[in-house]
C-alpha cells in the first residue's frame, strides 16, 4: 500500500515579505489559513535566531489557528536552549531541528548529527517527553540517518536542495546521483523505523521524482509556492503542487 503523501506549507516567506515594510501585512497566519483551505495537511515555519522572517508573535498566532483547526504545525528551528524553551512552551504537533548559520540565506546544509550526536540527543528526549514529533533535516548520507535515529527522533527531513539546484541549473548527471542518494536514503530511514520527510527547494519541475519515492510521508515545500502565489495566487499554486504529488505518487490514477 502506498503511503499518503503529506504536504507541508512553509509560509515563512510571507513575513519576508512583510518585514519588507514593517507592519502587519501580508499575514502569515491568514496565509496558514489559506493553505490549510486550500488543501495543505499542516503549516511548517522557521523561527531563526535573527527573527529574520517569522517572529515569536506569528508563532504563537499559528499556534493558537493550528490548534483550533486541529491541523499539525511544524515547527523549525536551531538546536539552542532559547528554541528549546519556545518549543517546549507552545508544544506544536512537530518540530524540525535545523543547523543555522546567520550569515546564510537559507539552510544550506543538513545537521550534522554525527558530530553533534551527544548535544542533539538531549534535546530530542525533552522534545519527546513534550509530546513534540522530532525531525531532524539532514542530507541523504547513511551516516547521519543512523546517527539521527540513535538521537530518539521519530522523523529525518531529507534535504533536497543539492537534488533540485542540480535540475535547476541542468547538471543531469548531479541530479541522477542526488535523486539516488535521496532513494537510498529514504529506504535506509525507513528499514531504520523513521518516518521519512523531505524539503528544500522544490518546485513543480523538482516534485514529481521526490514524491514518487514511496518512503516519503511528508513534503515541506516553502520558497517557490509563496513566488507562485504572487502570479496565481496561494491556493492555486498548492492545489497545482498538490495534483502533481499525487499524479507521481499514484500515475495510472
Ligand atoms: N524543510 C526545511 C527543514 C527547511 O529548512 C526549509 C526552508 O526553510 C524547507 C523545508 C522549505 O524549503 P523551501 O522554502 O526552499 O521550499
Not at 68 to 84: F, G, H, I, K, S
Not at 88 to 101: D, M, Q
Not at 202 to 224: C, R
Request: hydrophobic share 45%.
Amino acid at each position: 500500500m502506498t503511503l499518503r503523501l503529506r504536504l507541508g506549507v512553509n509560509i515563512d516567506h510571507v513575513a519576508t515579505v512583510r518585514n519588507a515594510r514593517g507592519g502587519l501585512y501580508p499575514d502569515p497566519v491568514r496565509a496558514a489559513q489559506e493553505a490549510l483551505a486550500a488543501g495543505a495537511d499542516g503549516i511548517t515555519a522557521h523561527l531563526r535566531e535573527d527573527r529574520r522572517h517569522i517572529s515569536d508573535a506569528d508563532i504563537a498566532g499559528l499556534s493558537e489557528l493550528l490548534n483550533r483547526q486541529e491541523r499539525p504545525l511544524n515547527l523549525e528551528m536551531a538546536v539552542t536552549q532559547e528554541m528549546l524553551a519556545i518549543a517546549l512552551h507552545h508544544r506544536p504537533h512537530a518540530v524540525c531541528l535545523v543547523p543555522e548559520k546567520r550569515e546564510e540565506r537559507t539552510t544550506e546544509g543538513g545537521l550534522d548529527v554525527v558530530g553533534g550526536h551527544n548535544w542533539i540527543t538531549p534535546f530530542v528526549g525533552q522534545l519527546n517527553e513534550a509530546g513534540c514529533r522530532v525531525s531532524l533535516f539532514i542530507g541523504p548520507d547513511p551516516e547521519q540517518i543512523h546517527a539521527a535515529q540513535r538521537t530518539g527522533a521519530a522523523v529525518v527531513e531529507l534535504h533536497t536542495g543539492a537534488f533540485c539546484d542540480a535540475v535547476r541549473e541542468g547538471r543531469v548527471e548531479d541530479a541522477q546521483a542526488e535523486l539516488s542518494a535521496l532513494r537510498d536514503g529514504a529506504t535506509l530511514a525507513a528499514r531504520l523505523g523513521l518516518e521519512v520527510h523531505a524539503g528544500h527547494g522544490i518546485d513543480y519541475e523538482t516534485v514529481g521524482d521526490v514524491a514518487a519515492i514511496p518512503e516519503i510521508a511528508e513534503l515541506n515545500i516553502g520558497h517557490f509556492l509563496i513566488g507562485e502565489a504572487i502570479f496565481v495566487g496561494l491556493g492555486p499554486a498548492i492545489r497545482r503542487m498538490r495534483d502533481l504529488m499525487d499524479a507521481a505518487r499514484e500515475p495510472d490514477a
